[in-house]
């Protein structure tokens, strides 16, 4: 068989564990697993995986990227390179761009113009809101899930009342995608935020872990009630993780989402981090990360995704009122799990469940997964790298991020896109292929 790229000697993550194991790749495709060396056909290329640990390309499923409208903060090329960058091969985008994706003739324009731009493969969610209930089904070919916001964050669209959020349900019965639901109570947030001083220590009071409690309780409920597939994203506090996990055993069509800035930090972190850190919902307490740690490595919590929010660093820079929440990471969760797996906090394999097959289930993708005849979306670690990433690293428009300056134990080294280098460690980001549009089905 005439190989275009074969990858020897590295220990390749198939079907949950990691087999000691060569990849032979043709016309983009995995063509060979096996543990015979392989050669690459005159003019391909070999590489040598000795040492590393060979992934899928990971999946992102929680991304916000501003294109179309506001790409002076981050466009799709700029977005998808900083997810080459971090071994990411799938992104899911959410609206905070403009226009919102309120309807099917946004979802095609907005497709239209980011395609082009796309470094790594893409899906796009639909908006929910009161306004566009009617609309939400004829975008249901275009987007991959759709969400909505229980209480206001950075975008202008929420669903508040929970006779809404209901019609919301029933309006997305049956489409086969997956419903998003960014969780925390607006009428708790209302009450908590009055009369907090202008300082980030305020954040996390103002978005107290019961309106997360609560939320995650109410969202989950309808969900019970209406059957459609329901993904709670960004999980910051034990107790929701708790309620997801109890929801799943019950046998409830949902899955629980983490951010590796929850797995690492706490609100100490973010006093002393300062306005760059602050973030809905808000980083919690010691206690809500060793839970979520124990989440995800059990599987209660079923995948990690970035909730990549690029902010400039002129914007992050104001007082703490009027700094916008979000933290850039797109780049970082690979890394950052790596680390994890590192300290023994996590196995390397559940790096593999939480970045790859995990959130391919949630969301029915058909990607995180190497087999014989899958797409050759390939991410190379290696585990013993010890990487510092600085500002310079960075290929989002942000230029800073909570993760430069930290010692991370685990490097991407590089990131294959359909048999085809995006991006090296050595070299950097590759003018080489697009990444094409993926379908979701649940
Ligand atoms: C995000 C953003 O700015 O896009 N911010 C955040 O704090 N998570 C998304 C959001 O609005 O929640
Ligand atoms: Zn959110």
Known sequence: MEFDLVINGGRVYLDGKFSACNIGVAEGRVAALTPEPLRARMGGTSLDAVGRLVYPGTIDTHVHFRDPGRTDKEDFGTGTAAAAAGGVTTVLDIQNNIPLTTDVDVARAKLDEIAPKARVDFGIYGSVGVQNLDRLAGMADHVVAYKAFMTKSV?????????????????????????TIH??????????????????????????????????????????????????????????????GRAKEEGLP????????YLHFTDDDVVAGGAEWKVNPPIKFAEDREILLQAVKSGVVDHVHSDHAPHTREEKSKNFNAVPSGIP?????????????????????????????????????RAGRLYAGSPADIVIVDPAAETVSSPSDLLSKTGHSIWCGRRVRGAVERTILKGVTVWSRSDGLRESVRGTRVAAQV
């Open 155 to 179: 975008g202008p669209l929420t669903v508040t009342d929970l006779g809404d959020l209901s019609k919301a349900f029933i309006a997305l019965r049956g489409l086969g995608r997956v419903f």
């Open 254 to 261: 949902v899955s629980g989402a983490t951010c590796a800035h």
């Open 329 to 365: 990471g797109v780049q970082h969760q690979l890394p950052a799990l790596l680390d994890l797996a590192a300290s023994g906090r996590i196995g390397y394999e559940d790096v593999g469940r939480l970045l790859c097959d995990g959130p391919a289930r949630a969301f029915g993708l």
């Open 183 to 244: 969780a925390e109570s607006d009428a708790i947030v209302q009450v908590a935020k009055e009369g907090l001083p202008d300082h980030i220590a305020s954040h996390v009071k103002s978005r107290p872990r019961v309106a997360e409690w609560v939320a995650v309780a109410e969202a989950l409920e309808l969900c019970r009630e209406y059957r459609v597939p329901l993904n709670i994203p960004h999980i910051s506090t034990g107790r929701a993780a708790m309620l997801v």
